[in-house]
């Protein structure tokens, strides 16, 4: 079992489709291929990033086989198991636990509204019914709900949770936090923006969206954090921040955000020849060409172009 | 095939579960008895108030069996497919065709952020995978977006959706659509509170939880409705809203809103020999003694006792 | 003093500016004066379609008096006395008071994030600290805060409020709070779109910004609704509610939704001669010659022209 | 005239009323002292800890006369011109201006609901009719809406804004704010919990509430980041965050999230003798017995005892 002191870079891969819509095993393959030669340190399948909410069934199990086979251990895979309720949550997290996934990855509930007691249980309930560590999830832009510290150290100190993934945007959350959880218990940063600071202040990883287009950055600037070198790591964070603007290039008139942000990371990893195609899935709709044409001029201004093979 | 021109009581079902946690089939059916012989129009399977968003596979392929059995043809039955995105929308639907459902009641997309006119590409995709009318299902408070008058309008031009089910409080909007959809669209109002109001404003029909625990209520509600007996209907709406103080009892810093709401219709019903067991699915908190005292002594009021079997 | 038993139709006056920012005394006189012909039983100035939070101390000052003066005792004159915290509501309701104005109309505290009991503390306060009688104002759109049934109740019960006006779009609030006051406590509702179902429910009045431009439609579906002619008051209802469109035409991307619809209020009055120039207070931006020919044609559509003088 | 670079530490003084509910001139000269003897680089009254929103005009003329006068050109004085619409925040600043205010300190307006263009039309105007430089205030808590980065690089390149203060929370903008304006625009931040890594990722100051109960401690914080003493900052930084945990002994069941913490603050400056009396404005209910006895265990823990007079 591979070294679950989660730390290091862990991008929430996304999920390649093919013009069938199902998902692309071959583009897959290679995006996992870039990202250990780039050297991250661990591999998260199936979260916001990965359209875990617009995954099937036959989806999920694809990336999570995908992934567990091409990681062929040499990092952790972490697998989402998000959905709305405790049952269907232990439904997800016991097959990816099947497939071989190496953690499982947990938001509050949602669409039901859940006292911070009920966010609790829930965590409990699926640590009990699955063979594989969680790790909490606090994503409030998705799930309406915020895992509040109380409710982290509680999980923390009970051995529920081995990890936090922190995807709140509130730093002052995430100090409290590391100040009250053990030393050794993983704080994971979702925050393309703020990785380096986020390092500063006590995280051990960072999981970010936009490492599936330049995993590079992130090793950079990761490394350079650990390495005490705050300067270099915010010239890095920087360089990342310009890059991060694809997210912003659609036309919010025209498409919803998740579609911008997902579909700016694909087009600008098909551009860079990662995967074969930029679609993602249904209802997102597809950025137009000016749009791609504006992540190309962006790519390029980072100095991002195709990946060797 | 039962008429489909949707109108009438047609109760949001709880979905009774034994003390393993498991659908209580025993207790489900006479459910389904009662409310048939109290002259419900429709059976809802798998709304909020069934619990959707906390069942598990198994849980929701043995309610619509039991439903689409227990109703036998004589009434319809609508089985909610409500998740995040299209793809699983589509999985959910096929299953409750494969199984009876007469339709299926779908929402927005959510967890994402979507674009209105991705919700409409979400409706469409769905009514082209499945071979069951889709109802669509207006309910912010859990979705966190709106079926807008101009998404409804577009689908119901399109017949992509064959009603509306309207859950989010806005009569004002309710009463754009009904201006602005043919008059033989049937739009049907979640509202335990305003039955008679929307009535008045053009519905056809009431989905109310509260009517798991007094379908005759809602039967009466309706058919003065119907006949223009306002002053019947509003009386019948007056008694209702007494007796929908039930889902404000429990105490809001120890369990949700959900939690309180399910589990007092819940409590309720089972006080009532309805049901056997006021369970409610993880990670919701179940209502304690007091609380429970406190929707007896409502349901006394409202001369609410054990129904007969 | 005149009757206060609030009742009928009590417009929310918007303030008519002259070209160089000032109230311009003449439009608003002649909008008083086409307001008392067209039958209405009250006027409200310095409400949020009055723009209370864009007057200086000069403008509020000059609205009550020529308001007071132009009405000579024939209806009540109601005044905004809308403000942020307790001190600052009662040095403008004192001076509302002062000169002449028969009732304040008072929000929940904002800015400040306040209590159910801070905000019942609030009402005591400036009700202890005026000689006028105070209108409890419900509108959580500007302020953020909702007045429950319980706080209104409460101010019901204290006489610390004479009258309610809601502007929640939340019937079943406001049909609670109609079953749990006495029958003499005026209900008032803001809603231009649900006028004649609020007056079914117990409203005593309607105070619709849309007044403003078509004062005689409001007091036809008044008195339509108050001899129980329902169909009648619907049919004018959805004239009304066509006519509303006129808030929507301005471009969002553009400009506010409140510089869109008071603007729109504005841009009508100014195209039927009731006000002398569409102008609204900064920082809000004026609609454009393609939003105002929008506007002309919705009201060439209601059968609204130039008005007599 | 002081130096207006903005920088260092600038409390957002307290309001000290005395028992007839006026300001207390005792309390705030001896305030203004000691924070000037702590070592603080400016004042700013009627900001939200100090009130802004609850107070009349004979109290916001009081503060800041006092505070002219106490602080005698030592630093610089700014004064809050914090209200809903354009004429009326240039009330105000004309009033801080006329009595001696350095600078005012504006938000975006509220209660309406403005575009962005619109707020950088208020700024405009605001800056153009008074004769004193102009701060923007990000405080989306209150007032619901974010000045973006657009709209702040746009008043810095106009020079319509002379510095921000961001009581935001959110870093990432700051940061995106920080690479975009000029060097010199000085970004002050107002967040008690992140003050050391704001001035990592480039604030020229600190605007902490919690600085009226411990300026020494911001003063030290401060002075280490300068120093480049990141460790030094981060411990001081911990302390405070201890120490800010004052703010939420209060229960929000009984009182307000402003009251709890606005009381917090004046109840420990009290205990340490620094205000005469920890009254706030109303409608804001007080802190009772047991809420004060935590904050005093909180203070001692602190080391904060009674200062010398």
């Known amino acids: 079992m591979p070294d679950l002191r989660l730390h290091g870079v862990v991008p929430p891969l996304v999920t390649p489709l093919d013009e ?45 086989e995908i992934a567990v086979g091409a990681a062929a251990g040499a990092v952790p895979v972490l697998v989402g198991a998000v959905d709305t309720g405790t049952r269907r949550v232990i439904e997800h997290a016991r097959q990816a636990a099947e497939l ?26 699926v640590h009990a019914a699955v063979d594989v560590p969680v790790v909490a999830y606090d994503i409030p832009s998705a799930v309406g709900t915020r895992l509040t510290p109380e409710v982290v150290t509680g999980l923390a100190a009970e051995r529920v949770a081995v990890a936090l993934k922190d995807s709140s945007g509130d730093l002052a959350s ?33 999981v ?37 603007t694809i997210v912003s290039v659609a036309d919010p008139g025209r498409i919803g955000f998740t579609a911008g942000a997902l579909g700016a990371f694909k087009a600008a990893m098909a551009l860079r020849g990662i995967i074969a195609n930029p679609a993602t899935n249904p209802p997102l ?10 992540i190309a001029a962006i790519l390029e201004e980072a100095g991002l172009g195709e990946i060797s093979r």
């Open 174 to 206: 995430f100090r409290e936090i590391r100040r009250r959880v053990p030393a050794d218990f993983p704080l994971l940063t979702g925050s393309e923006l703020l990785a380096d600071t986020a390092m500063q202040l006590g995280a051990s990883g960072i």
């Open 285 to 294: 709709l597809p950025l137009d060409d000016t749009e791609t044409k504006a």
């Open 208 to 244: 970010p969206g936009l490492g599936n287009v330049d995993p590079h950055g992130y090793v950079r600037l990761y490394r350079a954090a650990v390495a005490g070198d705050d300067a270099a790591a915010a010239g890095e964070q920087d360089r990342l921040a310009r890059l991060f």
């Open 20 to 64: 069938s819509g199902e998902v692309d095993r071959a583009s897959l393959e290679r995006l996992i291929a870039f990202l250990l030669d780039a050297g991250v340190d661990g591999l998260f399948l199936g979260g916001s990033s990965g359209e875990v909410a617009l995954l099937d069934t036959a989806q999920r199990r694809a990336i999570t």
């Open 100 to 125: 071989g996934a190496d953690a499982v990855v947990v938001t509050a509930p949602f669409y039901v509204q859940p006292h911070p007691d009920e966010v609790v249980a829930h965590f409990r309930a």
